[in-house]
């Protein structure tokens, strides 16, 4: 983003902030969809991400760390709105399932894949976010969602082995 855009945005100029709604929009609205599946709820954590954005960007001291910074207000929101809506609890049995066959050289594009995310319970989804895409700590992740490492990692392992096994049985009905 453009450096003097982002200082008239912090002088709550209408036009640049218009330009940067255009910009980030896409970007940001991807961050919330590998977290939540409702239309209405991403629109809703969008807005409210672009309202903290806007009115907190006068306090960003380096303008080059706006895309993290404003990614990260993001991911928040989103962790929030999940917190307020949803438990992150999955069930004990979804533990013992197995995968049969391993996966190798999957063939996926993005759009495939967060289809694919999106058939997770929101708990594991959240935290395979947190943890494989946004790169969070299990001690991150436990101190963001108030559970301990150990469900993080649970979790997380949960998510990899259910995202496998539907990877698999998405890659074996495109190819058959």
């Known amino acids: 983003m453009n450096e003097k855009i982002l200082k008239q945005c912090s002088r709550n100029n209408r036009i640049a902030q218009r330009k940067l709604y255009d910009v980030y929009y896409p970007k940001l609205h991807f961050v919330c969809k590998r977290y939540l599946t409702s239309p209405e709820d991403i629109e809703e954590v969008l807005a409210d991400s672009f309202y903290h954005i806007l009115s907190k960007i006068s306090q960003l001291k380096e303008w080059k760390a706006f895309d993290a910074w404003s990614r990260k207000i993001t991911v928040n929101q989103c962790l929030n709105f999940l917190r307020t809506k949803y438990t992150p609890v999955i069930s004990m049995e979804d533990y013992t399932r ?10 996926y594009n993005e759009q495939e894949l967060l289809h694919l995310m999106e058939t997770l319970p929101p708990g594991s989804k959240t935290i395979f976010n947190l943890y494989a895409i946004e790169g969070y700590s299990h001690k991150e992740i436990a101190a963001q969602l108030g559970i301990s490492e150990g469900t993080s990692k649970s979790q997380l392992n949960f998510a990899k082995k259910k995202l ?5 049985q998405f890659y074996f009905s495109k190819t058959f």
């Open 164 to 168: 496998q096994k539907l990877v698999h």
């Open 98 to 107: 197995r995968l049969v066959h391993p996966l190798q050289d999957f063939p």
